[in-house]
C-alpha cells in the first residue's frame, strides 16, 4: 500500500470494522453513529470543507507569528531569554492543522474535497481528528488498480453503509518530529463509535503496528518544519507547541 494513502487506508479501516462485527441492531448503531459536531452543524461553519488550502496558510503564519513574536520579546528583555518558545493552539488550530498536514498529499487532498465534514477534537490529553464521508463519493484516482480493487471490494462489503455518510476517525497524542505529525503507539482507529487499536487494525491488514505507524505520519508545510520543535504538550484541552527558535 501507497504510504501515507489516507484515502485507502480510510476505506480499508472501514471493511475490517465492518467485517470484523455482526451488523445487528446495537452494533449497527454504533458503527453508523456520526458526531455530535456534526449532527448540531449541519447547515454551517468550521466543519464544512469548502477549499482545503484555505486554513494552511492562516495556521502556519499564525504559529510563525507568534513564534517570532516570543523572539522579539525575550531579545528586548521584556520576556526572560531563554531561547525556547510555547504556542499554545485552540480546537479550531489543531483542525487547521491537521488539515494542512493532509492537504500536503494529492489523495489526502481528494480525501478532504469527498468529506462533508472535518473536525479535530481536543480531549483532555488527547485528540481525535475525524471526518465525516460517504464512501460512494470518494476519489479513487490516486489508487493504483489493485488498491482501487481493494477499496471497491470494501464498499461492496458494507451492507446498507455503502452510500450513506459515515464517519472515521483517529484519536491519541501527537508529537511533531522531522517535519510530521506523528501519533503514538496507542491511537486508535474508529468507526462511528466503534473503536480498534492500531495493533488491531495493523494485525488485520497484515502489516507491523510500526508501519501502520509510518502510514498515518502527516508531513507538515515547508515553513514549520524549518522550526525546532521538540514536543507537543495535549492538555487542559489545548495543544502547546514547544521548542528553540531557529538559528
Do not use: H
Not at 166 to 189: P, R, S, T
Request: hydrophobic content about 35%.
Amino acid at each position: 500500500m501507497k504510504k501515507g494513502n489516507i484515502v485507502f487506508l480510510g476505506l480499508v479501516s472501514l471493511g475490517i470494522v465492518g467485517g470484523a462485527i455482526a451488523i445487528g441492531v446495537y452494533s449497527w448503531r454504533q458503527a453508523t453513529y456520526l458526531p455530535d459536531w456534526y449532527v448540531s452543524d449541519a447547515v454551517a461553519s468550521d466543519t464544512r470543507v469548502a477549499d482545503s488550502d484555505s486554513p494552511r496558510e492562516t495556521i502556519e503564519r499564525k504559529i510563525i507569528r507568534e513564534v517570532e513574536y516570543q523572539r522579539v520579546e525575550q531579545s528586548t528583555g521584556s520576556q526572560p531569554q531563554t531561547e525556547e518558545f510555547t504556542v499554545s493552539l485552540d480546537q479550531q488550530d489543531v483542525n487547521d492543522l491537521f488539515v494542512s498536514a493532509i492537504a500536503q498529499r494529492s489523495e489526502g487532498k481528494a480525501l478532504l474535497q469527498s468529506a462533508k465534514g472535518v473536525q479535530a477534537t481536543i480531549k483532555e490529553d488527547t485528540v481525535e481528528f475525524g471526518a465525516v464521508v460517504n464512501p460512494r463519493n470518494l476519489s479513487l484516482e490516486n489508487l493504483n488498480p489493485n488498491q482501487k480493487k481493494t477499496v471497491n471490494q470494501v464498499i461492496q462489503s458494507l451492507p446498507g453503509m455503502s452510500n450513506r455518510d459515515i464517519y472515521v476517525g483517529i484519536e491519541g497524542d501527537f508529537q511533531i518530529q522531522q517535519g510530521q505529525l506523528q501519533l503514538d503507539e496507542n491511537a486508535k482507529v474508529k468507526l462511528g463509535n466503534v473503536t480498534l487499536s492500531l495493533q488491531e487494525v495493523a494485525q488485520r491488514m497484515g502489516i507491523s503496528p510500526e508501519e501502520l505507524a509510518k502510514q498515518l505520519n502527516l508531513n507538515l508545510d515547508s515553513q514549520l518544519q524549518d522550526l525546532n520543535i521538540s514536543d507537543v504538550e495535549v492538555r487542559d484541552y489545548e495543544a502547546l507547541i514547544k521548542g528553540s527558535f531557529p538559528r
